[in-house]
């Protein structure tokens, strides 16, 4: 018995002390040569990385990514775009059917790993499709450092999707997830998806690159570029060296970041500005009659960086690059790959918004968007939505109704997917573009109306404060969000992230008296929420009555939205509420949930109603 009774005992400390495992995060130094056939677009490789395993555990594998392997017919990403027809993303297919298998055999993709070694030691290795299995000569033990050597060679793929030659704007190269890239390894262990099209997720890198290229190419990088008095765009009174075959040399270095990209074409300019307090920003673009908004842009990216540094975090890197090149928009450490022709400066101004905002949420709160691709792209999405209506203000009853309208129609089609599910495992690309881009995006709308925006810009300056540099979670995100404002958030949370219930609130009752006005309201959907009634008076007065949810235990004091008057709470279970306000009805104009039209309340019709004298 006292034997049972110590094993038990050993169980739950050992359970205990597993769920209070510290922090920890892996770290790596890249150092690269790359010699770049421009002609057949193809580069040589040699890379030195220094990697140093910061977690408890003893590491007996690493696991490198080769994205570029999956440009070819039959790969893996060519077989899910085929098994979702016109269901999938629309840049990987044409009428439902891949475009990978039109890529020729001598422009697939590829990244042909000669051999890599441990301090010196051949090791034995496996390709398994975007993954690289390493087996190691010796364990790297916990807190310690391991060198590797590596030699490849690449072809550039014809462009498809994010990387690859000849984008359809004519830039020759853009070199994303171009080198292999060791995977990132937390509590959850390595993180080795497959690359079929969609997010990233790395630990935080040095990097030190040279690159040999013609030497009338231009290149466009995230990172400092350290002789630019030697190479083309960067400075008016360059000299640039050449070696024997007239290759120009570039240097780039960049401490910790999640990984390095570059661009290079021939027809690039290169234009910088500084904003102050930071980043110096470089525009690398080709200047024709269709990039003329990019003329415009410094004034608008400057007063961008400010919005951003001010409300969600200062911006810790020295610069930032726009670079016109991959075939939409994406975003990379230090810089983002974007189309460079636009109709205006508005357009041209919303994708350097959005993917400028990654810099926040996806480089330094560098959450694994592999599997929770709704913090990444949808707390970038909420940034976007932030910064532009200060931008180009529009008199709108909030910033993000545009997004609610859009989320309200779309679940029309019924095939909404839940937002918890894995990036590449959503069986529609619309699906997934609702359930990450819009879903994340009015996570915060949402906990901005349920706990009050005050609190939420609170949330999320305390979660950069806590978690910038660092990978965070949702259960991080939540914990802070809770905290700030003292309500229970965990039943809003698991609604709206892991299921694909909805909102529905409406009047279904008024009754006027003598003295008074009493409303009936009632939740026709399968997800509570507080609720913010208001009436018109003729007069053009607002009084606004919070109704709480009996859920969040605190209910919320002040909303930038204006203010209000607590009533009794709503409980959860019970279908209707009533409300009597002291204005009779030759007193009232209009009687509505939620004048500030913040709640995703899939019916509106039933949310107001106008008072007839």
Known sequence: MKKSVAILFAFIISQFQAQQTPYYQQAAKYKMDIDVNAEKFTYQGNQTLEYTNNSPDELNVVYFH????????????????????????????????????????????????????????????????????????????????????????????????????????????????WYPKISEYDYDGWATFDYLGREFHSPFSDFDVTIKINKDYVIGAGGILENPTEVKGYDANAKIKTEKDKKATWRWTAKNMLDFAWSADRDYIVKSFDVPEGPKVFLVYQNNDKTKAWEEAPAYLTKYFQIMNGHFGKYVYPTYAFIQGGDGGMEYGMCTMILGEAKNSKDLMGLMAHEGSHSWYQQMLATNESMR??????????????????????????PFIERLDAYRKFLEKKIEEPAVWLGDHHDNGTSYTYSTYIKGELYLVELGYIMGEQNLAETLKQYYDQWSMK???????????????????????????????????????????????????????????????????????????????????????????????????????????????????????????????????????????????
């Open 66 to 177: 080769l994205y570029w392997n999956a440009f070819k017919s039959n790969s893996m990403m060519d077989q899910r775009v085929a098994s979702q027809g016109k269901n999938g993303d629309s840049r990987l297919q044409k009428d439902g059917i891949s475009r990978l298998p039109s890529i020729p055999k001598n422009e697939e993709g590829a990244q042909n790993i000669h051999w890599i070694k441990q301090n010196g030691q051949n090791l034995k290795f496996e390709i398994q499709e975007t993954i690289m299995k390493v087996y190691l000569a010796e364990p790297i033990k916990p807190n310690s450092t391991t060198n590797f050597t590596m030699e490849w060679n690449a072809v550039i793929p014809q462009q498809i999707r994010r990387s690859g030659r000849n984008n359809k704007e004519g830039v020759d190269m853009t070199m994303t997830q």
């Open 373 to 398: 691709p709704w913090m990444d792209e949808g707390f970038t999405s909420y940034a976007e939505g932030y910064t532009m209506h200060q931008l180009f203000p529009e008199e709108l009853p909030n």
């Open 471 to 613: 990978h965070p979670t949702d259960r991080d995100f939540l914990h802070i969000a809770q905290k700030v404002s003292g309500m229970d958030l965990k039943w809003f949370h698991h609604y709206w992230i892991n299921t694909t219930k909805t909102i529905d609130y409406g009047i279904k009752d008024v009754k006027y008296d003598a003295k008074s006005t009493t409303i009936t309201l009632v939740n026709n959907g399968q997800v509570p929420m507080p609720i913010d009634f208001s009436v018109m008076t003729t007069d053009k007065k607002i009084v606004t009555y919070q109704i709480p949810t009996n859920l969040t235990h605190t209910w919320k004091s002040k909303d930038a939205y204006g203010d209000f008057k607590t009533v009794a709470y709503w409980p959860w279970t019970q279908k209707e509420y009533t409300l009597t306000v002291p204005y009779t009805k030759s007193q009232l104009s209009v009687l509505g949930i939620d004048f500030s039209q913040r709640i995703a309340d899939v019916n509106m019709k039933d949310n107001f109603l106008e008072v007839k004298q």
